[in-house]
Each structure stands twice: as structure tokens, then as C-alpha cells.
């Protein structure tokens, strides 16, 4: 099931959960209040790309691929 959640990043409303019943929950909040950063998985790769890493494991450890 799908939930209302803070976006990390800009603060605005997004949704967590298995993505069957985001128009449900997304459909009470107005549109200028919603999330519109990058998915999290675009974020990531644009971050690991940037550091050269390719997980957070990796960068935790100090290794590199």
C-alpha cells in the first residue's frame, strides 16, 4: 500500500510504497505542493557517477570499482 511521505530533498509531499495506489494517494495533494525532484534512483546514479563509487557500500568501505 501506498503512502504520503516528505521528499528529502525539497520538502514537498511525494509518496512511498509499492506504486499500485499513487493517484489514490497523490490525488489529495494539490499539484504546487508535490515532489518534482528526480527519481531516487536517477539522484544516485548522478551521484556515483559524479564520485566516482558505485554503491554506498563501496564509499562507506573507501573502495572504488
Known amino acids: 500500500m501506498c503512502r504520503t511521505t516528505t521528499c528529502l530533498y ?11 495506489h499513487v ?3 497523490m490525488r489529495r495533494v494539490p499539484n504546487n505542493e508535490r515532489c518534482t525532484c528526480a527519481t531516487v534512483s536517477q539522484r544516485t546514479t548522478t551521484r556515483d557517477k559524479s564520485s566516482g ?10 573502495r572504488s570499482a
Open 10 to 20: 525539497c520538502r514537498k509531499t511525494t509518496w512511498s510504497g509499492c506504486g499500485n
Open 53 to 62: 563509487a558505485t554503491g554506498w557500500l563501496n564509499r562507506l568501505f573507501g
Open 23 to 25: 493517484d489514490q494517494v
